[in-house]
Structure formats: structure tokens, C-alpha cells
């Protein structure tokens, strides 16, 4: 059983900065892919932005240059550092889990991240 817990969601203003993490557990394989999907009111659920075990990096286009993702391979954990935030940015965040060999993906319950105007 793999499990995803999110956390860092929050109010913020526009211009601001917030940064997400989520810790997976249970019986993962190493060769997987980490990240986040956002969701908006209305909206189809959309690319964030995804790493790779071996660090290898694909971003959503409205984020470029404002996200940055990393992440801990000892802790299991993968960040999202968002700056320079926008109104747009409002969604809940999910995270991801691929299990890149057995094609298996999983998803946590998502984190709300509000920005104002």
C-alpha cells in the first residue's frame, strides 16, 4: 500500500511565496517518478510539475521560471517551491506517485493553495 500525505497549502497574496511537500510510504519501487498536479474550480486537473528518481525535471507551462520542484530520495519526499504567485495559481495540489516499471500511479488527497489579488 502506498500512501501520499501533502502538506504547505495556505492563503497567500499574489507576489507571494509558498512551498509544498509530500512524503510517500509503503512498498515503492526506486525507479519512480514524483510531483504535483493541480486541480481549479471548473478546471481539468493539470500538469504541475514531475521529477524523476535520477533528478530528470518536466514543468507545466504556467509555471516555468515561478516553481521549483526537487526532491529527497533518503526521506521520500518531494518539495514544491512556488514564487512570485497569481491569482491563477489558486487550485488544489496534488501529489503524485508513478511507479515508472509497473506503470502504476497514485495520487494524495490534495492541498489547497489560495492566492489573492
Known amino acids: 500500500q502506498v500512501q501520499l500525505v501533502e502538506s504547505g497549502g495556505g492563503l497567500v497574496q499574489a507576489g507571494g511565496s509558498l512551498r509544498l511537500s509530500c512524503v510517500v510510504s509503503g512498498s515503492i519501487s526506486r525507479i519512480n517518478a514524483m510531483g504535483w498536479h493541480r486541480q481549479a474550480p471548473g478546471k481539468q486537473r493539470e500538469l504541475v510539475a514531475m521529477i524523476l528518481s535520477g533528478g530528470l525535471t518536466s514543468y507545466g507551462g504556467s509555471v516555468k521560471g515561478r516553481f521549483t520542484i526537487s526532491r529527497d530520495n533518503a526521506k521520500n519526499t518531494v518539495y514544491l517551491q512556488m514564487n512570485d504567485l497569481k491569482p491563477e495559481d489558486t487550485a488544489v495540489y496534488y501529489c503524485?506517485?508513478?511507479?515508472?516499471?509497473?506503470?502504476?500511479?497514485?495520487w494524495g488527497k490534495g492541498t489547497l493553495v489560495t492566492v489573492s489579488s
Open positions: 503524485k506517485f508513478e511507479e515508472v516499471s509497473a506503470k502504476k500511479y497514485y
